[in-house]
């Protein structure tokens, strides 16, 4: 992919917008962009640089991503509303092409790396709860202020909040940036010594070193300070699919595991998608295991398994609602039950959550009672974000804002 209209090759300290940001690390990469860890030089703190493929049709929604992400950023002065903050873009020109970066507020590691931290055992209720206000807080903000729908909520696409401020606080963060392409490098870097060997070596031990230190800046380390009884926050990231409830392009919207019954139906859709990606992101994070798992098999499709492992948990979806969109005629017959998959075994959440995790009675049961209403079949009758955020299942504690 590092071709013509493709990612643009990054190495450690390469500078962009004219030297202000230097380049120190990648941090990751979706299928429209690289984004790495840069260092803005004018104000003396890191940020994340995500830049975009060059090809025409993701230069198209880099523009898209800046508007919707410069319409949040406008709507919420004080950055308090949970989704990462656009500081600034630009262009880059490479021998690759063009590419749009977008410079944003540098955050933690993502929810899935939390999750896989704690090899897949959930990361505890109390935990999940502070993680669950501030995406409720996030979503009611794009939502009901906004009009955005995001239609990518899934555990990459929130990220912790580092309380550590690495520009203030070099040492405890164990970082101190990069100002200029180190001498050696092995990637592309000039090596001017005769001793050519000794000096690659020096640098891959030196990186190494480095590298090993700053993977535990951000999340793990915010992760073990939760143990101590400080708050986990987290802010949403990734609106590069995020659309207006008022205009929409897409049909099939959402990475599968949290896609909705509407959009597998071809029934329309609307905020509640994101309500419904949410309910399962939240079981994941008290889990340690993904809600839905579908999959094609002997004589059905991905989205028909789909369609049974959500009736299996919630009890059959009603005939009225099976039969409501433009792809029914896929997956129901004209009673209203599955063609191919006749046989369902129903395991009611609570019971899931009290047999299969172990969890004590109780919290199955008050956690099961925030999870149903929002995963149900009728998208009109899932509880907005502002609803959720006053479910006593979230107690009364705010999230601390800032
Ligand atoms: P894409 O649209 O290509 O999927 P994302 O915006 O989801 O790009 O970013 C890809 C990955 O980069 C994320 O999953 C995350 O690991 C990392 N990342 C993105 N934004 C930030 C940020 N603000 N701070 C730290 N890491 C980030
Ligand atoms: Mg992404």
């Given at each position: 992919s590092y071709r013509k209209g493709g990612y643009h090759a990054v190495r450690v300290g390469d500078a962009f917008a004219g030297g202000r940001y230097v380049a120190q690390r990648k941090l990751g990469w979706g299928?429209?962009?690289?984004?790495?860890?840069?260092?803005?030089?004018?104000?003396?703190?890191?940020?994340?640089?995500?830049?975009?493929?060059?090809?025409?049709?993701f230069a198209q929604a880099a523009l898209h991503e800046i508007e919707i992400l410069s319409a949040i950023a406008e709507g919420d002065p004080s950055n308090s509303k949970c989704i990462a903050r656009l500081l600034n873009h630009f262009k880059h020109a490479g021998p690759n092409g063009q590419h749009l970066c977008l410079v944003v507020e540098f955050l933690g590691?993502?929810?899935l790396r939390l999750i896989r931290y704690n090899r897949n055992k959930g990361i505890g209720l109390k935990r999940v709860k502070d993680i669950c206000?501030?995406?409720?807080?996030?979503?009611?903000?794009?939502?009901?202020?906004?009009g955005i729908i995001h239609t990518d909520l899934k555990p990459e696409n929130v990220l912790l909040v580092s309380t550590i401020d690495p520009a203030k606080d070099p040492v405890r963060s164990g970082f101190t940036p990069i100002l200029e392409r180190p001498e050696g490098s092995l990637n592309g870097g000039t090596v001017i010594n005769i001793n050519e060997k000794k000096l690659k070596l020096k640098a891959m031990r030196a990186a190494a070193k480095i590298s090993q230190r700053r993977e535990s800046m951000g999340g793990v380390i915010e992760f073990e300070r939760s143990l101590e009884g400080i708050d986990l926050r987290c802010k949403i990231v990734d609106f590069g699919n995020a659309c207006w409830g008022d205009r929409q392009f897409a049909t099939e919207i959402q990475t599968r595991q949290y896609r909705a019954p509407e959009v597998i139906l071809g029934a329309g859709y609307s905020f509640s998608v994101d309500m419904w990606s949410f309910a399962c992101v939240a079981f994941e994070l008290a889990t340690g295991d993904v809600l839905f798992t579908p999959n094609h098999g002997q004589g059905f499709s991905e989205d028909e398994d789909h369609l049974a492992q959500m009736m299996e948990l919630l009890g059959k979806m009603s005939r009225k609602i099976a039969i409501s969109g433009t792809r029914s005629k896929d997956f129901f017959d004209r009673y209203g039950d599955l063609k191919r998959i006749r046989r369902l075994k129903f395991w009611p959440l609570d019971r899931l959550l009290a047999d299969k995790y172990k969890f004590p009675e109780p919290d199955a049961r008050e956690f099961a009672d925030f999870l149903r209403p929002l995963l149900d079949f009728a998208p009109e009758k899932r509880p907005t974000a502002a609803e959720c955020l006053k479910h006593p299942w979230l107690g009364n504690s705010k999230v601390a804002s800032k």
């Open positions: 299928h429209f962009s690289t984004v790495w860890l840069a260092y803005d030089t004018h104000r003396s703190r890191f940020v994340a640089l995500k830049i975009q493929k060059s090809a025409k049709e590691d993502s929810l206000r501030s995406v409720l807080v996030g979503l009611d903000y794009i939502h009901s202020e906004l």
